[in-house]
């Protein structure tokens, strides 16, 4: 309450002087001047009436800006975390079918992070894979969802595969056998009923190169990945630098909402091969201080 104003009894200061031309209530105190407007402030009517309007004017001037910066965070959600991609074919059936919008984290990459065994990817067109497939119209309001990142771009020539194998593994595939990593079969629950593991096209063995990737769908008999490309400049690899990130879950439709987890068979023991080699030089390094110390003790002897 302003200083000055109307109170009971117990009035907590008296300003004399401080109102001179009011008059006296008759008990020794000063009265303010009527103003003839006994409403509370901030009750929206009157005088105060067009403060409230005043802040309703303000809203629709900050709408702009918030729409703005909607905007911003969406485009930087899209380049640097997360982006929705649209499935447009059958070479990853049952895991992805055709039509499912997945989200990529794109957000990990920037930390210097790899793809790994068993992860689904997506990478650009690493050379001529898209030769001749169609490029699907967008209207103006799909365009704009899919600069925003609401929507995948028609323009954007992306691929969508399994990472089977990384820089350094020996990778292979015989007919009527399995795929081998670093000579582990891999047990495959995701291949599409009824695929082989490559009957279609059989390879190897060989082994991946410095900043590479070995990918495959999970449609082998429908899937124009890594084997059909190795007469290309990579061999069918695809560059590191190529990849845009990882597909993480399926967002739609809702009645396919699934993660896309990393199947079992690539944590199976010795598929590592950098791992394979870990106790071996462990054991020679820790063996060399050992055995330098006890040719000191055999010389001072």
Known sequence: MAVGARSGHGDPEERPGAFPEQSSDGGGRTAPPDSGDDEPE??????????????????????PLLIGIALLLALLIKTFLLQAFSIPSDSMMNTLQRGDRVLVDKLTPWFGSEPERGEVVVFHDPGGWLVGEPTPEQNVFQQFLSFIGLMPSAEDKDLIKRTIAVAGDTVECKKGGPVKVNGKALDEPYLYPGSSACDDAPFG???VP???????????????????????????????DEVVGRAVVVAWPLNRWATLPVPDTYDQPGINAAAALAPPALGLAGAVPLVLWRRRRLTAG
């Open 210 to 240: 410095e900043d590479r990737i070995w990918v495959m769908g999970d449609n082998r008999q429908n899937s124009q990945d890594s084997r059909y490309h190795m007469e290309d400049a990579n061999r069918g690899f695809v560059p590191v």
């Open 205 to 207: 063995p060989f082994k």
């Open 42 to 63: 901030g009750s929206g009517t009157g005088q105060h009436g067009g403060t409230g309007q005043k802040k309703q004017r303000s809203f629709w001037k900050e709408l």
